[in-house]
């Protein structure tokens, strides 16, 4: 089945330690996102891309880094930058023209150790 | 940036009633969308509805979009429990071709049995 694959499902970060969370899609989906989303918020953009070796920032990259070195991945890496990285992370997927609903993993929920 | 307000927050009704929810944005749109979230999970898509269209339906749901007032509901009918969920609108703001969403915070449904 075609979907968007997230892991780890709960990641435990150190002061100071730089963490990567996975996302890889089998959608054959151009475009991909990652979304910040805090208790109770809906969610916000930190990073897009909308093809390969090519990505923008969003609202929030400041402390979040990026690559795009394949169509099917789009790691996110939660830098020591980033000084309140406690949220729920999403990775969403969509096809990269207009009129599009993205289609979205199962999240990473990252706390500070 | 938030560019969706949704409206109630929160709402919690008997299984059989109707459920509506409404979303107010700022700028133009090429789309709004409406997405669906079980706690701890990723979003789900339910329906995406066109600038040029007023309302459209699938299944038990009915999404209305007023461009001259900027605002969208959704309603779901008949509900059930499986329908207790976090849900959200989203606004591509017009954005040419980048696939961007611009979220709300979202409607928090409860349906009691």
């Known amino acids: 089945d075609g979907g968007i694959t997230q892991s780890p499902k709960y990641l435990f970060r150190k002061e100071g330690q730089n963490v990567t969370l996975s996302c890889e899609q089998n959608l054959n989906h151009d475009a991909m996102y990652w979304y910040r989303q805090d208790p109770g918020q809906g969610l916000r953009l930190i990073y897009y891309s909308q093809i390969v070796n090519d990505f923008q920032k969003g609202d929030i990259a400041e402390g979040y880094s990026v690559s795009r070195e394949k169509k099917e991945s789009f790691p996110l890496t939660v830098t020591s930058a980033q000084k309140n990285p406690t949220a729920f992370y999403l990775c969403?997927?969509?096809?990269?023209?207009?009129?599009?609903?993205?289609?979205f993993g199962d999240g990473t929920r990252l706390s500070i150790l | 940036s938030q560019q969706g307000e949704e409206d109630p927050q929160a709402l919690s009704i008997q299984e059989g009633e109707n459920a509506t929810m409404n979303c107010s944005y700022k700028?133009?749109?090429?789309?709004l969308q409406w997405y669906r979230q079980n706690s701890g999970r990723g979003l789900v898509h339910l329906i995406l509805i066109r600038s040029n269209e007023r309302e459209k339906h699938s299944g038990r749901l009915r999404v209305t979009l007023d461009t001259s007032k900027k605002s969208s509901s959704l309603l779901i009918t008949a509900s059930r429990a499986a329908d207790t969920a976090s849900y959200f609108c989203?606004?591509?703001?017009?954005?040419?071709?980048?696939?961007?969403?611009?979220f709300g915070q979202g409607t928090t449904l409860q349906v009691k049995p």
């Open positions: 989203a606004t591509d703001a017009g954005s040419s071709n980048t696939g961007k969403l611009i």
């Open positions: 700028t133009s749109i090429n789309n």
């Open positions: 969403a997927s969509s096809m990269r023209m207009r009129n599009q609903p993205q289609h």
